[in-house]
């Protein structure tokens, strides 16, 4: 079957690539040499918000744009110096509250300047960061609040009902953008804090293994994951910024995923400001034509997006690309999910461009598997392992498989971008060894014996929808607190433009009927209850879901119900 899939080679185009080529690359490489340039080579201290802003005033980049900003209604530009200079006067606004390194500072609003310089303020007081998807609701945000013992929250008025204040002891402060001014106990005003701060400040210097920023993700089982970051990051952040992004001094970068998300931090913020590029930071949600005026307006260079939003541009069709003029685009990259072989044809019908897939985690990090400009592409591979990164596929046993044989994709532990602990829970993160000396990143792949990786698919239940990880549990956990629903079982389900969607089997509690109202109920009590992207799309009502003797969903038999395959092993089924 795999030997039988499109193996089309598109080669190298052009050249002036920062890699050379990828056998050159991958033979010669030493992280130890890309380490050298931070402060921490010399001093022994360092701070990832002084690498990616601070160190470039001072240069030639110190009035070189750092990001374009635009929405609805705002269009604004900032510079390297001026994002110095509002990020350490918003470092002064935690200082004076008493934030201090270690603490955790959470950041929940929609994208604006704002997040991106209070996450760099954050940093910047050695403060560890969280980031959260503004789409979160009260109970998302309560259980990372909770989790994380977070002392202050950046939010906006919108949100702010949906932050349990007065509810979690360690909260202390809310720190609102753009209030009217009426601020509640424990409330602080970002414009007017920041309009007395001081620009004066002196960086909070730590040390490479201290923490950075705690994302939380969705594993098949259990409350979310907060992947824990530190300051070591950098040097993958940077090298893969500068490879695989392939970012040059005069590009205009856009990455379109929100900081609430790992691609939005690492590549949305660090990898790009760490090699000095101009970040395009776009508000509101996706459209086609926005999308494409966004590439036009700043003449975007380098595009790093995920297979769902290429898909949906698809969808909208080759005449709407037309109106607008792409010639900009540079390099175009791809995460999050597999990218189709069509996805990447249409690329280059439309954009005159490959896109190019990469692989990595929120475990991970930063970017593991790789499709580089420098290097022939093979659609619907993941690419090659980057530099420095030994990836093999393993037996359930722990054993290397060779070539074309299915299995665990796993890498070799040690990249400096990896998680340093699961928050709160070490067995969670001991998980992730359980062959000696490998991470094992929950997907099954294959090698080819030219060394590319193609994804097959994840080994647990984790649902990707439109590139974005969701907890089957946590969903079922949301859909069970309705009345009406007395069990739930959450699969994803194949779909042409978000990879898969989720759909909920339910069974209801007696005296509850089905009907289209009651479904469409128990849909916005998840959206409305949990987050607007884990809402199922479908729910399906049964009698009795499947469920083992000791009562667990059986969501492999609720999937092959649903596309028809045989069910397989039911003796561990309850009657
Ligand atoms: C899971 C990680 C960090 C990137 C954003 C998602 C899937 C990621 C690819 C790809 C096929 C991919 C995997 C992975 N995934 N990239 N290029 N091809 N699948 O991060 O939420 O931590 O999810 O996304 O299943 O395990 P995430």
């Known amino acids: ?81 001026e994002m110095k200079t509002l990020s350490d006067k918003f470092g002064n606004v935690l200082r004076k509250l008493g934030i201090a390194k270690g603490d ?71 720190i609102l953008v753009g209030g009217d001014g009426n601020l509640k106990e424990g409330q602080i005003s970002y414009e007017k804090e920041m309009e007395q701060a001081s620009a004066d400040f002196e960086i909070e210097w730590v040390d490479r293994e201290d923490g950075l920023i705690l994302h939380y993700t969705s594993g098949s089982t259990g409350k979310p994951k907060g992947v824990f970051h530190v300051h070591n990051a950098m040097i993958q952040h940077y090298q893969t910024a500068k490879w695989v992004l392939d970012l040059q001094e005069d590009d205009v970068y856009w990455c379109t995923a929100d900081p609430g998300w790992v691609t939005g931090t690492a590549y949305g913020i660090f990898g790009p400001w760490l090699n000095g590029a101009t970040n395009v930071v776009r508000g509101g949600r996706f459209s086609p034509q926005d999308w494409y005026s966004t590439v036009e307006k700043y003449k975007v ?32 990259l791809s995460v999050g999910e597999p990218l189709n072989p069509e996805v990447v044809y249409w690329g280059m019908k439309v954009f005159n461009k490959r896109i190019h897939d990469t692989w990595w985690m929120t475990e991970t990090g930063g970017q593991l598997i790789c499709n580089y400009p420098s290097m022939p592409i093979k659609p619907g591979s993941m690419g090659k392992p980057f530099p420095g990164i030994v990836a093999a596929i393993l037996d359930d046993e722990g054993n290397e498989l060779p070539p074309n044989r299915m299995g665990n994709l796993a890498i070799k532990v040690g990249w400096p971008s990896m998680m340093r602990k699961i928050w709160n829970n070490p067995a969670k993160y001991e998980e992730y060894f359980r062959f000696e000396g490998w991470y094992v990143s929950g997907d099954s792949a294959y090698v080819d014996e030219e060394g590319y990786f193609w994804f097959q698919g994840r080994v647990d239940d984790v649902i990707m929808t439109a590139g974005e990880r969701v907890g089957p549990f946590e969903v079922e956990s949301k859909l069970v607190e309705h009345p009406a629903v007395a069990e739930a079982g959450v ?57 083992t003797r000791s009562g667990k969903i059986m969501r492999r038999v609720l999937k092959a119900w649903e596309l028809g395959l045989p069910t397989g092993d039911l003796s561990t089924m309850e009657d």
Do not use: C
């Open 491 to 547: 699969i994803g389900k194949p779909d042409p433009v978000r990879g898969e969607i989720i759909k909920a089997f339910i069974a209801l509690r007696d005296g509850y009927e089905a009907s289209d109202e009651l479904l469409e109920e128990i849909r916005k009590f998840v959206k409305e209850g949990f987050a607007a992207h884990a809402a199922p799309r479908e729910i399906e009502v049964r009698d009795k879901l499947p469920k």
């Open 104 to 174: 955790r500072v959470f950041i929940f609003m929609p994208r604006s300047p704002e997040l991106y310089v209070s996450l760099l303020g954050t940093i910047k007081v050695g403060a560890i960061v969280g980031p959260l998807f503004e789409a979160f609701m009260e109970g998302a945000v309560r259980d990372r609040l909770e989790d994380s013992e977070a002392v202050a929250i950046v939010t906006t008025p919108d949100l702010l009902p949906r932050v349990p204040v007065g509810e979690l002891p360690a909260l202390k402060y809310v």
């Open 301 to 332: 260079t380098v595009w790093y997006s995920a297979p769902t939003s290429f898909r949906m541009l698809m969808g909208a069709g080759d005449e709407v690309v037309k109106r607008y003029d792409l010639s900009s685009l540079r390099h175009v």
């Open 1 to 81: 079957m795999k030997e039988m899939m499109d193996k089309k080679v598109l080669p190298v185009v052009g050249s002036g690539y920062n890699m050379p080529s990828y056998e050159e690359a991958y033979n010669n490489f030493n992280w130890e040499d890309v380490e050298k340039q931070f402060t921490w080579y010399k001093t022994g201290k360092v701070n990832m918000a002084h690498e990616a802003i601070d160190r470039h005033v001072g240069t030639s980049r110190e009035n070189k744009i750092a990001l374009y900003y635009s929405s609805a209604t705002r269009d604004e530009k900032y510079t390297f110096a």
